[in-house]
């Protein structure tokens, strides 16, 4: 560099001894600008290079080099990395990153994804809309109101299916809905479906409104602290529809100053619930239900109300059927529906009503309709036109139709569709095994592609992160309806083997953050067998490598090994590089966790080499905080903060921020480690600003631990048995075993002597 800057300057005296010519006077003020700017670039590259050629470590390849945002934007971090509570280790070893596999379906279309609302606005405040011609009940609700007035603050609604609970359950939460204004919850608890929820699948729907992208305590007790902590001190309103039974809602009691409304076909009891009955409407209401929808009924309405049994369910569907055939006159109407309650006399009113309907809308929308019974959820219009393989503008249509006969119900909040249990049954009677096999089939494969499009916004990170688990969340029932058709089917048939062979894959990063370990286990066995039966030894890697994830997430980490060993060779067999190298960083997560440091560090070294041949940054980023950790472990600090500040890099330039909180925590950790409490402390400052941001409760737990540890170094005791307390506070919520640790060292701390 030095030689350019000294033929610049020849050029310079050039250009002077010409300066007077006449024809370059007109453009000197170009050349020499031009000659400045070159001449300072030059001056700034010298001394840099010069820098670098002092710095033994720039020709080392693990010290950090530039990274654009460019480079990382199609190329997101994301990072399995924690802080740990311990004032010895600095965090767990990363695991080399999850597994996962290129398109194996075949025939796949894009399709819309409408995307979840704004997490802040519409998880917290959940309760649709009543009924526009909601009717009567006004004694029922003026009973309800007196007692939530005296106090109550359990209601329940029971009654028999169709007779308008969740109705009237929706009218009483939208008066009362000021009273509590942090939160409105609405959860369909599928009491009497197949898979009914459980209560932790309830509490978890709570929690995720407040902590979308946090991983829930896999353990119910622990997921029950989380739930009321979360609740405690608030005015939330829960309305929790379909109970199956006592066990379902009894540990959904909310703490003090909330309230709680549940609607159930079963009776039981539970502490301070007041419980009401609900029977089929007055004869008066009934008659204003259907005039309210179809007018013209007229003189005809109470005996239409007696033969639809005044079931609001049933009086809706036949006022919708009158209002939408202006040809078929009310006196037919009864004729038909006395003539069909004779001939089915073994079904209920609202069976005799939806047969009815069924009959006039034809038998192509009667066929459609019956497809939808597939859907054990909501659902939206790209849905319906998958299953029905329709274009989209003529299954919106359809849909039209079905909605005018009351046949489905709409939501013009979520534009979501669903059908009434009753209806679902129905339907489901109706379908052929022909018709219902592929029905399901085409469900199965619309929703691998949703929780293939939750795993890709999750992939872009920042919001799109919130975006993708909101997706999932919303359509989970479809998503698990989906997996349990193809894994069902999977021996005996070639394309669902196909689903199942992708389905877990297709939603790796969301479903670790969702799933259970036990239950991506079954999930992954499945894909494996159906990988090997497809003779698919890239899938059947990639099945294998996160299966062991799975296993160390367990603490299994023995039967880890043989996973991660098995994916290992199937990647280096069908020259799968990022293959090769997450198996290696996960071979070396492993054996760290078994105390094998040496080991760990040439595995993760080997990845980190892989990682930068081909430009894997997510890659990358995974090894060097592995490494870092490792490092720290070793109580070769320097070389941990070295690791450290580059996967700070690669986090930041990601717009990464759970991984950008984890390594500020780890450099917190190490730096404390070194005496520099005060250095330690503005990192862990950081790190739980983001912790915070992100709704990472345990993550929040282990910082305030940290900061404490460090502002008692700095002789800040107060403060530091303050943000000790808060620590046990949430890990107690959460069932950690460091709680332990921390309660013994605030014991320790508080009756030391005050200085």
């Known amino acids: 560099m030095l030689a350019v800057v000294l033929l610049l300057g020849e050029v310079a005296i050039e250009v002077l001894s010409d300066d007077l010519k006449e024809m370059l006077r007109p453009y000197r003020i170009y050349v020499w600008s031009a000659l400045g700017l070159a001449f300072i670039a030059a001056i700034v590259m010298a001394i840099r290079e010069s820098r670098a050629s002092d710095d033994p470590s720039a020709h080392d390849p693990l010290v950090e080099r530039n990274i654009s945002a460019e480079e990382v934007k199609n190329s997101t971090f994301v990072t399995g990395d924690e802080n740990v509570i311990s004032d010895h280790t600095q965090g767990d070893v990363v695991r080399g990153d999850k597994i996962t596999a290129s398109d194996v379906v075949h025939g796949d279309k894009h399709i819309h994804i409408q995307q979840a609302g704004s997490p802040a606005l519409s998880a917290w405040h959940q309760l649709p809309s009543p009924p526009r011609d909601f009717t009567g009940r006004h004694e029922e609700i003026d009973d309800l109101l007196r007692e939530m007035e005296n106090g109550v603050t359990i209601s329940g609604l029971r009654g028999l299916g169709g007779v308008g609970k969740t109705a009237l359950a929706l009218k009483l939460a939208d008066i009362v809905k000021d009273q509590y204004p942090d939160a409105q919850f609405y959860l369909d608890l599928k009491g009497v479906s ?50 199956k039974d006592r066990a379902q809602v009894e540990r959904l009691i909310p703490p003090a100053g909330c309230a709680l409304i549940v609607t159930s076909r079963q009776r039981f009891t539970l502490p301070g619930l007041y419980e009401k009955d609900l029977d089929a409407l007055p004869a008066a209401d009934a008659r204003e239900l259907l005039l309210r929808i179809a007018k013209r009924i007229g003189d005809h309405a109470d005996e239409i109300a007696k033969l639809c049994g005044r079931l609001p369910l049933a009086l809706r569907i036949a006022a919708s059927a009158l209002a939408e055939r202006k040809n078929l006159s009310p006196a037919d109407y009864v004729r038909r529906l006395s003539d069909e309650k004779q001939r089915l006399s ?75 249990d009753l209806a679902r049954i129905f339907a489901d009677g109706r379908l052929s095994e022909g018709e219902r096999d592929l029905a399901k089939r085409r469900h199965a494969v619309h929703y691998r592609q949703v929780l293939k499009q939750a795993d890709e916004f999750y992939l872009q990170g920042g919001g799109a992160v919130t975006r993708g688990l909101a997706l999932f969340d919303k359509e989970r029932e479809n998503i698990e309806a989906g997996w349990s058709w193809a894994a069902a089917e999977a021996e005996r048939d070639e394309e669902a083997s196909q689903l199942c062979s992708s389905y877990p894959n297709a939603g790796v990063y969301v479903l670790d953050l969702r799933q259970h370990p036990r239950e991506r286990i079954r999930w992954l066995e499945v894909m494996l067998g159906s990988a090997r039966r497809l003779k698919d030894r890239q899938a059947e890697g990639y099945a294998l490598g996160n299966l062991g994830i799975a296993y160390d997430d367990l603490g299994d980490v023995h039967q880890a090994i043989e996973y991660h060993e098995q994916q290992l060779a199937i990647a280096r067999e069908t020259g799968d590089k990022t293959g090769e190298g997450n198996g290696l960083g996960n071979l070396g997560s492993s054996h760290y966790a078994l105390g094998e440091t040496r080991k760990s560090i040439d595995y993760h070294k080997q990845a980190l080499a892989i990682a930068r041949e081909i430009g894997d940054l997510r890659l990358e980023g995974n090894a060097l905080g592995s490494l870092g950790v490792v490092y720290a472990a070793l109580g070769e600090t320097r070389n941990a903060i070295e690791y450290y500040e580059q996967v700070l890099a690669i986090a930041r330039a990601a717009g990464d921020r759970q991984s950008e909180g984890t390594v500020l925590g780890n450099l917190g950790n190490v730096y404390k480690n070194l005496g520099e409490a005060r250095k330690a402390l503005g990192y862990y400052e950081q790190d739980i600003a983001i912790v915070r941001e992100t709704g990472d409760r345990r993550g929040e737990g282990i910082s305030l631990w940290n900061m404490s540890l460090s502002l ?4 800040e005791r107060r403060q530091a048995v303050a943000n000790a307390e808060a620590a046990l506070r949430i890990l107690e919520e959460l069932e950690s075993p460091s709680a332990d640790k921390v309660r013994t060292q605030l014991a320790e701390w508080r009756a030391a002597p005050q200085q």
């Open 346 to 420: 073994h079904l209920k009113e609202v069976d005799v009503a939806l047969s009815v309907s069924c009959e006039m809308i034809g038998e192509e929308r009667f066929a459609l309709w019956r497809k939808l019974a597939v859907f054990p959820s909501t659902f939206d219009d790209s849905a319906a036109s998958a299953v029905w393989e329709m274009e989209a503008d003529a299954a919106k249509d359809a849909l039209g139709d079905l909605l005018a006969y009351s046949l489905i119900e709409y939501d013009e909040e979520t534009g979501r569709y669903h059908l009434h």
């Open 712 to 715: 008692y170094q700095l002789g």
């Open 194 to 243: 197949e898979r009914p929820l459980t209560s932790a699948d309830a509490m978890a729907h709570i929690c995720r409104a407040y902590h979308p992208e946090a991983k829930l305590p896999d353990q119910e007790a622990g997921l029950s602290a989380l739930y009321n902590s979360l609740l405690n001190g608030k005015r939330a309103l829960l309305l929790m529809d379909n109970a």
